[in-house]
């Protein structure tokens, strides 16, 4: 039988019926077209529940009927796990000598129903001996594929990874590779997935951020993975998986020789091919790696390494595309890096490292450099790095011949955090690629050429300027073009005359504005409410020295986080009904001449956190504890930042 006569058989049964249908586990929205076609709408009270770990799917149902199924909290799924667990006991309650244990396992579940009820159930059948319970715990991820009473959860789990695209597999194993409860940071693992290679070309309109940006939203709307923090904006700053998916990942990782986490001493000799590494325990990787010669990838997550360890697994490393360092105590660059041709990214963040040797500029395919921490000086061989995109440093200083050749650098996107000179600020306008820049120490002679090369970054969306000196030093933007793309901004100086640039009208995108010793005159509020449309961050610290701040009704309707911080003259902040009727959050530190408690945010019905920090007045604090707590009696928390 053909779609068709289904769907007019099924309109026919259905015409004079009330019904209910589920369509469980949906994966595709391409099926519901004719599907709907096949539910009769006949007015008789009839409902249609649609279940899908795809979010994608799940919005097939109007905005206000669609459910998301949250984990459950700690204490429901305790409750659950032992009504399986110990159903034989009379009271279903776990004995005291399990408690331990039951509770890494329920731990180990992180409130997912599917695994609690399968492990429960697996568990009752088992002696309640506190050894046995150990040792399941320990071999779980052996039980999870091989014990047939697990195999299902494996296989429901498997699903989900099966449909996967190939790039999109090979991206959800490798989060699987990092620390279990570890919060994975988004841009770091963009880098890493492009230095791997797991992000397709789709052409020169779409940069491979973006696309990996869209695998990134892919998987969190399978339900692989989880946004574990959100920036400023609502946009996933970091994520997790959850652990009976990592444990999956890791056995189809170990089985396709994609990659192993070496946690000693629960890991064997690395000999049977492996390409990646990520060590979690025990530094000393030679004993591991001196068999293999396929490793493209070495990710550490240890403080301890052996002095000689990079020469002790030289020759298993000469194939290397990523090696990650961070917080590893190493004091010197191994000297055969230099030789690793291959490398795509290289990480020495918050390392003990002093210096940087020149052998550097012979990583010629090098994309992304880490160098947080207490390197200073660069040498001039960093210039050779042409096809380096992103560099990240606290405080970095280029000699005046690297200076003079920065602008071989011309695929750069990220530049953070370099020191000012005469001759960098000049040579900063080669490099029209960059989207995200951090420049220290201006002096207020470099204006002029400082912001005519910035004003070539047509591209840029994040910019960070600090001066030199905040007191003697003043930013004069007189020479910056409109920068269309901006979304970020912050700025630590005295602004020309004490007042805000009118270039300030021309970033259409800002969301994020940080102002430090601006020395502004005016309340600056009624410019960056018509400036700035869509601002949902903002901090003022130490800018402004006047005595009033006023939200007027109207202002700012999608910001969600103001900090207003050590401006010494203030001594009131009005707030009008209907003004940053989006607020979110309110930090309040430092403003000691301010004594009472704003009126005004008895309006802002959608705050939830006022934060009080330090440097407050006593007056402040006792009318908060006392006639003023009725003013803000509507929100959630009220207290420490």
């Given at each position: 039988m053909d779609c068709v006569s289904v769907v007019e058989l099924l309109q026919k049964y259905l015409q004079s019926r009330r019904y209910l249908i589920v369509l469980d586990d949906l994966w595709s929205r391409d099926s519901w077209p004719l599907l709907d076609n096949a539910f009769v709408k006949n007015n008789n009270g009839s409902r249609i529940i649609i279940t899908s770990r795809i979010q994608t799917v799940a919005s097939l149902a109007d905005a206000n009927r669609e459910i998301k199924l949250s984990l459950l909290p700690k204490e429901e799924a305790w409750t659950l796990f032992?009504?399986?667990?110990?159903?034989?006991?009379?009271?279903?309650?776990?004995?005291?000598?399990?408690?331990?244990c039951a509770e890494r396992i329920v731990d180990k579940c992180r409130g997912l129903p599917l695994a609690l009820v399968a492990l429960g159930s697996l568990l009752s059948y088992k002696e309640m001996d506190e050894h046995e319970w150990e040792l399941f715990y320990n071999q779980l991820r052996w039980q999870l594929s091989n014990n047939p009473e697990l195999s299902w959860v494996a296989s429901v789990l498997n699903l989900s990874y099966n449909d996967l695209s190939c790039n999109l597999k090979n991206c959800f194993l490798y989060c699987g590779l990092f620390p279990e409860d570890h919060h994975i940071e988004r841009k770091r693992l963009i880098r890493l997935w492009i230095a791997e290679g797991f992000i397709e070309d789709r052409g020169p309109e779409t940069t491979l951020v973006d696309v990996a940006a869209c695998y990134l939203k892919e998987l969190v709307n399978r339900s692989l993975l989880q946004v574990a923090e959100r920036n400023e904006y609502g946009r996933?700053?970091?994520?997790?998986?959850?652990?009976?998916?990592r444990e999956i990942?890791?056995?189809?990782?170990?089985k396709e020789k994609f990659a192993t986490t070496w946690d000693y001493p629960n890991t064997g000799s690395i000999c049977d091919g492996p390409r990646r590494v990520f060590v979690q325990k025990d530094g000393n990787l030679m004993q591991t790696t001196q068999s293999s010669t396929q490793i493209r990838s070495v990710v550490m997550f240890v403080v301890e390494v052996s002095p000689s360890w990079f020469k002790d697994c030289?020759?298993?490393?000469?194939?290397l595309r990523v090696l990650c360092l961070r917080h590893c105590d190493i004091q010197k660059v191994p000297d055969n890096i230099s030789n690793l041709f291959n490398l795509h990214y290289l990480d020495l963040g918050y390392t003990k490292l002093k210096e940087?040797?020149?052998?550097?500029?012979?990583?010629?395919?090098l994309q992304t450099l880490y160098l947080n921490g207490s390197v200073l000086e660069l040498p001039s061989d960093m210039t050779m790095l042409t096809k380096l995109q992103h560099l990240r440093i606290d405080v970095g200083r280029f000699g005046s011949s690297a200076s003079n050749k920065i602008g071989r650098l011309e695929h750069l996107q990220t530049l953070k955090n370099i020191e000012a000179n005469s001759c960098i600020v000049k040579k900063l306008g080669c490099l029209t690629r960059v989207r995200s820049l951090g420049i220290m120490k201006v002096l207020e002679s470099y204006n002029t050429d400082l912001w005519t090369s910035i004003s070539r970054m047509t591209v840029l969306t994040s910019l960070f300027v600090i001066t030199a000196d905040r007191d003697r030093d003043t930013l004069d933007l007189a020479d910056l073009k409109p920068l269309p793309y901006l979304d970020k901004l912050m700025l630590s100086g005295r602004l020309d005359k004490g007042v805000i640039p009118p270039v300030f009208g021309h970033f259409p995108k800002l969301k994020s504005l940080r102002l430090s010793f601006s020395g502004l005159h005016e309340d600056p509020l009624a410019l960056f409410s018509v400036m700035f449309r869509n601002l949902g961050h903002l901090i003022l610290y130490r800018c402004y020295d006047g005595t009033k701040l006023t939200f007027r009704a109207g202002w700012f309707p999608k910001l969600k986080d103001v900090y207003l911080s050590s401006m010494n003259e203030l001594k009131e902040i009005?707030?009008?009904?209907?003004?940053?009727?989006?607020?979110?959050?309110?930090e309040l530190w430092g403003l000691k001449s301010l004594t009472s408690v704003p009126q005004g945010l008895m309006y802002l019905r959608s705050l939830q956190q006022l934060c009080i920090g330090s440097r407050m007045s006593d007056e402040f604090h006792r009318r908060l504890e006392g006639c003023d707590r009725c003013i803000v009696q509507h929100i959630p928390y009220i207290g420490d930042p």
């Open positions: 032992c009504r399986k667990a110990f159903a034989r006991l009379e009271d279903r309650r776990c004995p005291l000598d399990l408690k331990t996933p700053k970091r994520f997790q998986m959850h652990d009976l998916l990942s890791l056995s189809i990782s170990k030289y020759t298993s490393f000469r194939l940087i040797p020149r052998s550097i500029g012979k990583l010629i395919n009005e707030i009008e009904d209907g003004a940053i009727t989006s607020l979110h959050r309110l």
